[in-house]
């Protein structure tokens, strides 16, 4: 078996794919890429048993077909050091040494059969839920919710995306019992009708890899789903178990209108933050009709911090506190350039809103307030 391929388009490739690799896998053999032959197509497959990322690779000068397994880790430091240009691999069928050649040197290592390699199961045609979508708008909905997953292993629903697809459009969901976000995205129509968790990393994959891919058919099983692209085949384990029912705590009735420029009202929270309890982050806030006063202060310290930020206030007079920490993600997420906060009273969770609106994105979050005593 040989081929002749780039050796930075190989590292981009490996690299990417190498990303799936665990840093502690229960098979050794997990630790090597398994690599197959096919013509002119290479195909570099990375997994750690329950997620598996295949990317596809043209090459020149095939001889032969056949698979085999190199360490991972190796291949990729080796491919970022060459320089940019063609690398021969050469494979002996028989004892599977490898030869790496190219302009300046060689490289001599053994390989393992791609037989030892475990293989995926893959669910039955009539078990999936199949439909294609840009890999722009995906991404757009795992960034604006991923920061929202919980990390509490009690909750393992709530360690996840949830993709609510309909006929007409995807809901991405994501909650800590904190904060929630809401992302409905109109332009992707589906034409299909089903539900999943997604891994919070296999969302990052799909960040990672996927950016530079034009579309994706998205396969959905009992257990997994599968991302395919021109280029890259992502099966990834599913979570189990069912969300929370969303809609329930997305509050509907806010009759308080907060409007400010998202951007002052971001920094001025930071600042403050600095002078507050560095263990809960709380920043008090006192909204009325032309601006909010932000304000923080630990006591054990002795430090205190306030500022005032313009604003449009419509309601009555209110003083709430927020966790700083989230209301910096929540407030960073956001890209419009006016916030408007949807207040009710200091116990209801806050429902926040971009001011200029995408007539195919709707955008909702929500936080729930601390306790700001007395």
Known sequence: MKFNVSSKTLYTFASSVSKIISSRNAMQIL?????ELDGDVLTVTASDMENSLVGRISVTQAEGSGSFCLDARRIVELLKELPDQGVTFEINDHNLEVVINYTNGHYNTVAISGLEYPEHRRASDNETVTFDCACERMIKGIENTLFAVSTEEIRPQMMGILWDV???EIVFVATDTRKLVKYVDMAITPGQECSFILPVKGAQVIKNVFA??????ITVTPVSVIFESATFTFDCRL???NFPDYNRVIPVNNPYVFTTDRLSFLNAVRRVAVFGDGG???VKFNFDTEEVLLRASDNSLG???EEHVACNYEGQPLRMGFGSQYLVEILSTFS???IIIRLADPSRPALFLPGETDP???LQMILMPMNIGE
């Open 303 to 305: 430090t205190s911090g």
């Open 239 to 241: 979570i189990k178990g």
């Open 212 to 217: 530079k891919e034009e579309d994706v058919r």
């Open 336 to 338: 419009s350039s006016d």
């Open 31 to 35: 630790n090597n890429f398994l690599f």
């Open 280 to 282: 809960g982050g709380l």
């Open 360 to 362: 195919d994105i709707e």
């Open 166 to 168: 309909k006929p007409d």
